[in-house]
């Protein structure tokens, strides 16, 4: 494809390359490329994009929806899946109406990344909630714990639109909080890059290169997760693209080289079925020789399909899930002394943040949840005494 983009935007041009080279052949403007090597390419990506397509959740075929909602590609996609995981697939319609009347509540904006997401997050945030964007202004100040990154925007943290945030959605969302028009980047902490360099270069063990000083200083919670999962199971990147999505099939037998002239021939033998814990025994050669190990089979005992309790988000002294996630932070303890408005847990939806806040003044009793826990809505997390 030959894509056409606009700096920091998510608004390109597309058109099939091979399309192109075709149109143009033989005229004055003739690309000189091999259009029989390029239609070879177009079948080999045609091929791999089936392995692909469980994740792709763009239309095939073409739609006028985009007339209405204004989603820019890449969050459609995301939106898709972000609905999909939290169980709202079916709403879709509805999903996508609604990111087109938040869109309108923030002012109609310019949906670039992050904006664009900031207005997905915004949307499956009250889709969760029941709530419909009309209805936002009329709520009390302070008494939702919106998603961060739509407390961020409306704060200023993605700089200001032409006339500034609609002052009544900014009150619902912001409450007590004093919104900046600055730039953001005026309130940006100096960086010592190379003293940042090194910090880095200390936590990877080794010198760190450009590409993870950046990635560090523009998403160092990725950078951090990305790290630990090349600890637990080094690079990946030498797999077949099938075998890191869906596994092995029993009898099939692949190869992987992780180092230059070092290559690892792997053949699935056989799998047990899932014990009362859901563990199975894998069993497989390695280089010819038998091995076999014990793996935990999530989806044959679901964590998240434990029944839990539910709460009650009426008592201020319950702790209750506004949505579907996965705890990321406990941020109090049993014997906490909170405030209202103190944040007590952070839930992650599809890169949503979420912090839930105390409802009244109190002290932490009982904390139900842990770190990494699955939640569902409306499910008990805390509980607090006055």
């Not at 407390?151 to 993605?158: A, F, P, Q």
């Not at 004093?178 to 936590?203: F, I, M, Q």
């Not at 890191?244 to 021939?265: A, C, H, Q, R, T």
Request: with cysteine.
């Amino acid at each position: 494809e030959i894509s056409l983009g606009l700096v920091g935007s998510e608004m390109c041009i597309r058109d099939s390359l091979n399309s192109v080279v075709a149109a143009l052949d033989g005229q004055e403007r003739d690309t000189g490329l091999d259009l029989n090597a390029l239609n070879e390419m177009s079948d080999y990506w045609e091929e791999v994009l089936e392995f692909y397509r469980p994740f792709n959740t763009s239309p095939r075929a073409g739609s006028a929806e985009v007339y209405i909602h204004e989603m820019p590609g890449g969050q459609f996609t995301n939106l898709k899946e972000q609905a999909n995981a939290m169980g709202l697939g079916h709403r879709w319609p509805e999903i996508a109406l609604t990111y087109a009347e938040v869109n309108h509540l923030f002012g109609d904006i310019i949906k670039v990344t992050p904006s664009s997401k900031v207005v997905g997050d915004m949307c499956m945030f009250l889709i969760t909630r029941g709530i419909k964007p009309s209805e936002v202004c009329d709520l009390e100040p302070g008494s939702l714990d919106f998603p961060e990154s739509v407390i961020d925007m409306l704060s200023g943290g993605l700089g200001q639109p032409d006339g500034g945030w609609p002052k009544d959605v900014q009150k619902v969302v912001l409450g007590d909080r004093e919104p900046t028009t600055k730039r953001p980047g005026e309130l940006a902490d100096p960086v010592d890059l190379e003293a940042v360099r090194a910090e880095v270069a200390e936590k990877l063990g080794r010198p760190a290169e450009d590409d993870d000083l950046y990635s560090h200083l523009m998403y160092p919670q990725v950078f951090e997760d990305f790290q630990a999962f090349i600890k637990d199971y080094d690079r990946v990147t030498g797999m077949p693209s099938t075998s890191f999505f869906y596994g092995l099939n029993v009898g099939e037998e692949i190869s992987i080289e992780i180092d230059p002239g070092k290559i690892l021939f792997i053949k699935m033998i056989g799998i047990s079925e899932a014990d009362l814990e859901g563990n199975r025994n894998v069993f497989y050669e390695l280089n010819g020789m038998p091995r076999e190990s014990q793996v935990n089979d999530k989806s044959a005992t679901p964590a998240d399909l434990v029944t839990k309790q539910k709460g009650d988000s009426k008592d201020p002294l319950q702790v209750v899930a506004p949505m579907p996630g996965m705890v990321t932070e406990v941020n109090a303890e049993v014997g906490t002394k909170v405030k209202e408005g103190d944040p007590i847990i952070t839930l992650e939806a599809m890169k949503m943040l979420t912090t839930v806040s105390a409802n009244t003044d109190g002290i932490v009793t009982e904390i139900i949840v842990s770190k990494g826990d699955s939640v569902e809505s409306e499910d008990l997390m805390a509980r607090l005494e006055s």
